[in-house]
C-alpha cells in the first residue's frame, strides 16, 4: 500500500511540476512583439517584429526602421524630382551623377536582373511606362508611333556604374530610370538587414505585398515557431483571398501580377507592367509569378520578368537558379486557374480548400 | 486507510491542474469574433471598432488638420464619402465589406481596412 502511494505521489508531483513549469516558461518567456503601419513606395507597408527585448525597444527599431523606409522611397522615387533616379534621368545621355550607396546598389542589382532575364526586366523602361501612363490617364491609348519612339530610349546597357565614389550614368538622351520594379524589394531586404543587426529574432515585412520574413512565427509566447504562413493572392477574387499558401520561416516571398495595378479604357484592361521588347504591356495568360528566395531583391526583378517571359521561359532559366522557387499562376480556356510550382517547393506551398491543384515542375 | 486518504488528496491534485490546464489554454486560445474596422495614420491606429457598430448612415471623421476624411457605411459596404487629397483615388475606391478589404489615402497616407478578429490560418498576403 504503501509502495502504490508513493508510486502516484510521484505522478502527482510530476503533474504540479509540468504546470507550474508551463507558467514559468510562460512567465519568463522574454519574447516581446512590436507592430507597425505605414505609407510608403506608393503602398501600405507593415512591420511586426519580436526580439527578447523591452517594447520600447522594439518600438526604437521600428522607428529607425521605418525612418530608413521613407529615406529609401525618396531616393529611389521617379515622382520626386530630387531624388538620386530623377537626377540621373535629368541628366541622361550627359554627366556621371553622384548616387547614394543604397541608390547604387539596387541599380547594380538592377543591371545584373536585366542581364540575366535578357532584357525581359530593364529598369530603364521609363519612357514606356510614361507614355503610356500619360494616355491612359486621360482615357486613351498612346500611339504606335509613341511607343516606338519609347522604345528607342529603353535599353539597359546604357546604366552605367561606377561604384568609389558611388556614381551612375545613363547614357541614353530621354533615357528614365524606373526603379520600380526592384525598389521594393530593395527596401525589404535592407529592412531585414537593419532588424537582423539590431537583435530581432522573429519577424513579418510586408511593403506593399512583398513579403519577407525572419526566424519563424512565435507560438503564443511558448518559444516555439512555426513558419509564416502567406498567402498568394487569387487573380480574380477580392484582396486578400489566397490561391495557395506559401509555409516559410526565413526568406522572401514576392508576387507580380497583371491584376495588381491596371487601367481601364474602352473595355480594354492595361496592366502596369510592359514588355520592354515590344513596349506594349503584358497581356497573356500568366497572371501572377512568386518568387520565393532568399533575394527579395532579385526575386522582385525576376517576378516583373517572369511574367513578360512566360512560364516555359522562366523554368528554363530556373534550372540555373537552383536557390529560386518560383510559383506561376495562369488562367486556362475554361476561366479557371492553374498552378505550377517548382519542386524545391514541394511541402512548402499548399492549395486552398477547392482551389486548384499544385502541379510541381523539377527544374533541376 | 492511509493510502485511500491520499489518493483523495492525489486526485484532487490532479482535477485541480487539469482545470488549471484547461483555464491556460482557454485563456491563450485564438480569439475569434467577426470582423473590426481599423484605421491607421503615421503608424497610430487611429480609430478602432467593430465593423458592424457602422451601420448605415454613421459617418467616421478621421481628418487630421486640413487633411480631410470622412468614411461612412451603407449597404455596400463602408467607403470614403468625403477627402479633400489630391487626386480623389480614395474616394473611387472600392467599398470595404470583407476581411482583408482595405483603403488606402496615400496622399494624407491614411490606412483604413476590414481585419478579421479570428486567427485565421494566414499571416499575410503576397500580392
Ligand atoms: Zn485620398
Redesign the interface.
Known sequence: ??R??NL??F??LC??M??AA??II?RLDPLNTVS????AL???I?VTASAPKSISELNGI?NDA?ALIEELDDRFSMYNENSDVSLMSANAGGEWVPVSRPTYEALAAAVHAAKLTDGAYDPTIGPVSIAWRDRLSENSLPSEEEIDAALLRVSFDALELSSSPPMAKLDMPGGVVDLGGIAKGYVSSSVRNLLKERGVTSA?I?L????VVIGG?PR?GSGTRTP??????HPSK?????IC??SLSEGS???A?DY?RFWEVDGGRYTHIYNPATGFPVDGRLKSV?IISDDPTQGDALSTAFIVMGEPQALELLRIMPEVGAIFISETDDEEYRITATGDLKGAVETTPGGPHIAFHDTW | MTGKKYDWLLYSILAASFALSCALVFATRPKDGGLTFEAVRGGTVIERRRAAELTDGVALDLSSGAMTNIVASDPTGIRMVLANCPGGDCLRARPMKNAGDMIVCIPHKLIMRIVSSSVGAIDVMSY
Open positions: 500500500m504503501k502504490f502511494f502516484h505521489s505522478i502527482a503533474s504540479i509540468g504546470i508551463i507558467f510562460n507597425r503601419d505605414g505609407v506608393d503602398t501600405v507593415s521600428l521605418f513579418l510586408d506593399g505585398g512583398n513579403v512565427r503564443n509564416w504562413r502567406i498567402g498568394v493572392q477580392p484582396r486578400g483571398t489566397p499558401v506559401v516571398v514576392i508576387t501580377g495588381e512568386t
